[in-house]
Nanobody, 115 residues
Framework: QVQSVESGGGPAQPGGSLRLSCVAS????????MGWYRQAPGKERELVAV???????TYADSVKGRFAISRDNAKNTVYLQMNSLKPEDTATYYC?????????WGQGTQVTVSS
Protein backbone atom coordinates (compact mmCIF):
# COMPACT_ATOMS: atom_id res chain seq x y z
CA GLN A 1 0.00 0.00 0.00
CA VAL A 2 1.30 3.44 -0.92
CA GLN A 3 0.66 6.33 1.39
CA SER A 4 2.25 9.65 2.17
CA VAL A 5 2.42 11.50 5.45
CA GLU A 6 3.20 15.21 5.54
CA SER A 7 4.59 17.12 8.51
CA GLY A 8 6.24 20.39 9.34
CA GLY A 9 3.35 22.76 8.88
CA GLY A 10 2.28 25.33 11.41
CA PRO A 11 2.20 29.05 12.04
CA ALA A 12 4.89 31.34 10.69
CA GLN A 13 5.47 35.06 10.50
CA PRO A 14 5.89 36.90 7.21
CA GLY A 15 9.51 36.60 6.16
CA GLY A 16 9.93 33.43 8.17
CA SER A 17 10.75 29.88 7.14
CA LEU A 18 9.29 26.41 7.43
CA ARG A 19 10.38 23.04 6.13
CA LEU A 20 7.76 20.52 5.15
CA SER A 21 8.50 16.82 4.98
CA CYS A 22 6.62 14.03 3.27
CA VAL A 23 7.43 10.43 4.00
CA ALA A 24 6.11 8.08 1.35
CA SER A 25 5.89 4.37 1.85
CA UNK A 26 6.35 1.69 -0.74
CA UNK A 27 9.20 0.50 -2.92
CA UNK A 28 8.38 2.89 -5.71
CA UNK A 29 9.57 6.11 -4.10
CA UNK A 30 12.85 6.38 -5.97
CA UNK A 31 11.02 5.83 -9.27
CA UNK A 32 8.30 8.34 -8.47
CA UNK A 33 7.85 11.97 -9.30
CA MET A 34 7.13 13.83 -6.07
CA GLY A 35 5.26 17.08 -5.82
CA TRP A 36 3.98 19.61 -3.37
CA TYR A 37 0.61 21.24 -3.97
CA ARG A 38 -1.39 23.66 -1.91
CA GLN A 39 -4.98 24.69 -1.52
CA ALA A 40 -6.16 27.86 0.14
CA PRO A 41 -9.76 28.28 1.36
CA GLY A 42 -12.07 28.93 -1.56
CA LYS A 43 -9.37 28.28 -4.14
CA GLU A 44 -8.40 25.37 -6.32
CA ARG A 45 -5.45 23.17 -5.49
CA GLU A 46 -2.33 24.40 -7.26
CA LEU A 47 1.13 23.14 -8.01
CA VAL A 48 3.91 24.46 -5.80
CA ALA A 49 6.91 22.37 -6.83
CA VAL A 50 7.75 19.03 -8.39
CA UNK A 51 10.89 16.92 -8.41
CA UNK A 52 11.24 14.03 -10.81
CA UNK A 53 12.86 10.70 -10.12
CA UNK A 54 15.92 12.07 -11.89
CA UNK A 55 16.06 15.16 -9.73
CA UNK A 56 14.72 17.77 -12.15
CA UNK A 57 12.64 20.44 -10.47
CA THR A 58 9.77 22.70 -11.45
CA TYR A 59 8.34 25.57 -9.44
CA ALA A 60 5.29 27.75 -9.58
CA ASP A 61 6.22 31.32 -10.48
CA SER A 62 4.84 32.52 -7.16
CA VAL A 63 7.42 30.57 -5.15
CA LYS A 64 10.50 30.69 -7.39
CA GLY A 65 13.52 31.89 -5.48
CA ARG A 66 11.80 31.35 -2.13
CA PHE A 67 10.96 27.64 -1.98
CA ALA A 68 13.19 24.65 -2.67
CA ILE A 69 12.10 21.05 -3.18
CA SER A 70 14.48 18.18 -2.54
CA ARG A 71 14.33 14.45 -1.99
CA ASP A 72 16.16 11.77 -0.05
CA ASN A 73 15.50 8.42 -1.64
CA ALA A 74 17.18 6.54 1.19
CA LYS A 75 14.55 7.96 3.55
CA ASN A 76 11.60 7.89 1.13
CA THR A 77 11.21 11.56 1.92
CA VAL A 78 10.61 14.71 -0.06
CA TYR A 79 11.12 18.14 1.47
CA LEU A 80 9.88 21.62 0.77
CA GLN A 81 12.04 24.37 2.24
CA MET A 82 9.96 27.54 2.37
CA ASN A 83 11.73 30.84 2.96
CA SER A 84 10.57 34.46 2.88
CA LEU A 85 7.04 33.33 3.60
CA LYS A 86 4.16 35.60 2.69
CA PRO A 87 0.58 35.68 3.96
CA GLU A 88 -0.55 34.45 0.55
CA ASP A 89 1.40 31.23 1.15
CA THR A 90 -1.22 30.31 3.74
CA ALA A 91 -2.81 27.04 2.63
CA THR A 92 -3.00 23.34 3.23
CA TYR A 93 0.03 21.74 1.61
CA TYR A 94 -0.27 18.30 0.07
CA CYS A 95 2.32 15.81 -1.05
CA UNK A 96 1.67 13.91 -4.26
CA UNK A 97 3.51 10.81 -5.38
CA UNK A 98 3.16 9.85 -9.03
CA UNK A 99 4.22 6.49 -10.44
CA UNK A 100 3.17 5.16 -13.83
CA UNK A 101 0.55 7.92 -14.01
CA UNK A 102 -1.08 6.81 -10.75
CA UNK A 103 -1.26 9.50 -8.06
CA UNK A 104 -1.09 9.05 -4.32
CA TRP A 105 -1.92 11.98 -2.06
CA GLY A 106 -1.15 12.68 1.56
CA GLN A 107 -3.61 14.11 4.04
CA GLY A 108 -2.10 17.59 4.01
CA THR A 109 -0.42 19.88 6.50
CA GLN A 110 -1.59 23.39 7.30
CA VAL A 111 0.68 26.39 6.86
CA THR A 112 -0.50 29.73 8.22
CA VAL A 113 1.55 32.87 7.62
CA SER A 114 0.43 35.78 9.70
CA SER A 115 1.83 38.54 11.85
Amino acid sequence: QVQSVESGGGPAQPGGSLRLSCVASGRIFSLSSMGWYRQAPGKERELVAVITSGGSTTYADSVKGRFAISRDNAKNTVYLQMNSLKPEDTATYYCRQTFLKVEYWGQGTQVTVSS
